[in-house]
């Protein structure tokens, strides 16, 4: 490879790369940053407006870097000081959809690493090597980082991924970050360890590629129509030279120039070529050319595209771009959106989607053909969190009988994207359907935008109880069944009754929860209405159950990097229930009750110590298993179910750290089907299960009972 220092001697001309058709400059210094030629930084951060191609470009050197790609590839006709050496290729975790600490997870899947916490992936990544050499990871488009747009997302992987990685001297770094982001990102590192590639800058212009680029749009032998202009050999080029001219070598002009040939070569009719007014030079020029060639306002060319540019995820189910079109608009656009999709179709791009569970009206999406384009739209919207809160409104009343089950995939899970640029967010989260419903991954990150001081108690709720649904990828209903344990936990009764309302299938309804500090055992029990003594209760934990003996994670946990496994749960909000039990409850004298008896340490309000004189041993704290109340009796009295009244109730369980099963017995051993799964942020210390199929369980803060609901045979039970 010639030296970046060193003008290579001018012997042939090369071929251009055959994907990105230019660049030379700023791939040597890509390939010489790949091959650590001395003086070359180690750290490398691409930046450029959207549309300069740095995307693109980033992807013509990977090519180059990958050992299988580089063998269809003819690169002895390449200018030699843009190939990089034949070395392994470098890890790409690709950020778009993703949240810091997921990044973190791909690239902790990707080498292997042994790390639990998210702290303990970049100090291993620090120790790792690869056969001898320094990790090299390229990260690209961490301008989509994030599953919601308005949080801020690509400033977190700079600050919580990139600069922890540019810190570590084994790590070789490529990174395509935003611009407002790359020159912070550049100063917290040492003097010359950086490198800022800005496509903007003068010294990466490259109008040779940028008229090459627009020569092979126009070539109808890469799919361009025979016109006049395009089959003559000396009109294409010379229009193409016109076209690059026209869009400079700044900001968005790759974008501008695909634009211009798209609409040129979608409408060529009255285009003249030697006219440079209908060329245009920049996104904003391109729309607005677009529609005057097409005899249109361009307000209407922005008015159709808004709800794309203001669209969370992939884009808009088409249905839906016409109802949130005329929100934004705050007019009824039927009849332009109905003769306006050729006006918007070089903006536009249909995108596919397969599978189960898609519904039909959402197989095909509609977005835009660059993030650029969005970005032109947008800032030509004078009140961008009014147009939010109207399509919110619009999303709202797409909700059947405003049942959240029923609502479509993208009203369900992005209209928190929507209300949080409103600045509405707040308002919506007080629905414990959407919270059962609606996508965790997308609803946690725009709540976690929220200032904490905005959220109202559900919220908080939700928020706490969020890197449990996320962590464990729950279906909606075992969503449910943990959002309405969480509102019984946090003294919000109503909002459990309302999810138990419409949500009819939960696997259990919780009775109570009592917040108790050091709970260590738990046992179901009867309290005998006879003062006689009988046989004292064991508060060790039942044999009956089998138990995993070793810690081990959620059973719904996916191997492979969860949408937030690095988040470990943050510890709950003091629940607003009084934080001592409840006061004691009068024991009939008519029947035996069913209680729950719990091991807790001395001291503990209600409980009844083992030993009065010894306040370093433990006490035995007795409730009414259907309410929680407080029970003064003597645990004397309490007996525990026999192993024959387990052995043939309904229902039997196994644990592990994090989760119970709750199976119903067959009528043969290894018949049992799996009832259904509670899991737990936090481990459980106690377990037990009543005859009648009330759940009792114990963390270090709290305990709780839980009424086993069977599904019906042949349901499937929650993962």
């Known amino acids: ?12 001309a090369h071929e251009p790369h055959p994907y990105i058709g230019g660049r030379n400059a700023a791939l040597s210094a890509l390939a010489a940053w790949r091959m650590e030629w001395p003086g070359a930084p180690r750290v490398v951060i691409l930046t450029g407006s959207p549309g300069t191609g740095c995307s693109r470009l980033l992807t013509g050197f990977l090519m180059l870097c990958d050992p299988e790609h580089r063998k269809g590839l003819e690169l002895d006709a390449l200018d030699p000081a ?35 916490r998210t702290a303990d992936i970049v100090p291993e990544l620090g120790q790792l090597r690869s056969s001898g050499q320094p990790v090299t990871i390229v990260v690209p488009d961490v301008d989509r980082a994030g599953p919601v747009r308005g949080t801020g997302e690509p400033a977190r992987v700079v600050r919580d991924v990139l600069k922890p990685l540019a810190a570590l001297d084994s790590v070789r770094l490529l990174a395509d970050v935003p611009r407002e982001l790359a020159a912070g990102f550049a100063e917290s590192l040492p003097p010359g360890v950086a490198q800022i590639i800005d496509l903007d800058a003068p010294e990466w212009a490259d109008p040779e590629g940028l008229a090459l680029q627009a020569e092979t749009l126009l070539d109808p032998h890469f799919g361009a129509p025979e016109l006049p202009f395009t089959i003559d050999l000396d009109a294409r080029r010379a229009l193409a030279e016109a076209i690059a001219r026209r869009a400079g070598d700044g900001a968005g002009s790759r974008l501008t120039v695909q634009l211009a040939v798209q609409s040129i070569l979608m409408h060529p009719e009255g285009f003249d070529p030697a006219d440079a007014d209908h060329l245009p030079g920049s996104v904003d020029e391109a729309l607005d050319l677009h529609a005057r060639r097409l005899g249109a306002h361009p307000r209407i060319l922005r008015q159709i595209l808004a709800p794309l540019a203001l669209a969370e995820g992939d884009g808009l189910p088409v249905h839906l771009l016409t109802p949130l079109a005329s929100a934004v608009a705050e007019r009824d656009l039927s009849e332009d959106m109905a003769r306006g999709m050729l006006l918007a179709a070089p903006f536009i791009r249909p995108v596919g989607r397969a599978g189960e569970g898609v519904p039909e009206d959402e197989r095909t999406l509609l977005g835009l053909q660059h993030p650029g384009i969005g970005e032109a739209v947008r800032a030509g919207i004078a009140d ?26 993208y009203v369900r899970d992005h209209i928190a994207g929507h209300t949080l640029e409103a600045g509405l967010l707040p308002q919506l989260l007080t629905d414990p359907g959407l919270f059962a419903h609606a996508d965790p991954v997308r609803l946690r990150a725009a709540v976690e935008a929220v200032p904490p001081e905005q959220l109202d108690a559900p919220a908080r709720t939700y928020l706490r109880t969020a890197p449990l649904l996320t962590r464990t990828q729950a279906p909606a209903t075992l969503r449910a069944a943990l959002l309405e344990t969480a509102f019984v936990e946090d003294g919000l009764p109503e909002y459990a009754a309302v999810l138990r309302r419409i949500v009819p299938a939960l696997p259990w309804h919780t009775l109570w929860s ?3 500090a050091g709970a260590d055992a738990v046992t179901v029990g009867t309290l005998s209405p006879s003062v006689d003594p009988a046989p004292s209760v064991d508060p060790a934990p039942s044999p009956s159950p089998s138990v995993d003996p070793a810690p081990s994670p959620s059973p719904s946990v996916d191997p492979a990097p969860a949408p937030s496994p690095s988040v470990d749960p943050a510890p709950a909000p003091s629940p607003s229930v009084d934080p001592a039990p409840a006061p004691p409850a009068a024991v009939s004298d008519g029947a035996a009750q069913a209680v729950a008896v719990s091991v807790v340490p001395y001291g503990t309000p ?5 030993r009065a004189d010894d306040p370093t041993a433990a006490a035995v704290l007795v409730q009414d298993l259907a309410t929680g109340a407080v029970i003064d009796a003597d645990p004397a009295r309490i007996q525990r179910p026999s192993h024959g009244e387990r052995a043939t109730g309904a229902l039997g369980f196994s644990r592990g750290a994090d989760y119970v099963r709750v199976w119903r017995r067959g009528e043969q051993q290894g018949d049992e089907e799996i009832v259904t799964v509670l899991i737990s942020a936090t481990p459980f210390t106690g377990t037990d299960l009543s005859p009648d199929g009330i759940l009792l369980v114990a963390t270090e803060s709290s305990v709780k009972a839980l009424q086993i609901r069977p599904a019906q045979p042949g349901a499937h039970p929650a993962p």
Do not use: C, F, N
Request: hydrophobic share 45%.
């Open 384 to 409: 961008v969190p009014g147009a939010q809160a109207r399509i919110a409104i619009a999303l709202l009343e797409a909700v059947p009988d405003q049942d959240w089950a029923k609502a479509g995939t």
């Open 82 to 116: 843009t190939v990089p050496p034949d070395l392994p290729a470098p890890a790409v975790p690709s950020v778009a959809g993703l949240t810091a600490a997921q990044t973190l997870w791909l690239l902790a899947d990707h080498y292997g690493l042994a790390a639990r």
């Open 1 to 12: 490879m010639t030296s970046p220092t060193q003008a290579p001697e001018q012997t042939k």
């Open 514 to 516: 009592v917040p108790v």
């Open 606 to 610: 209600g409980a009844s110590p083992l």
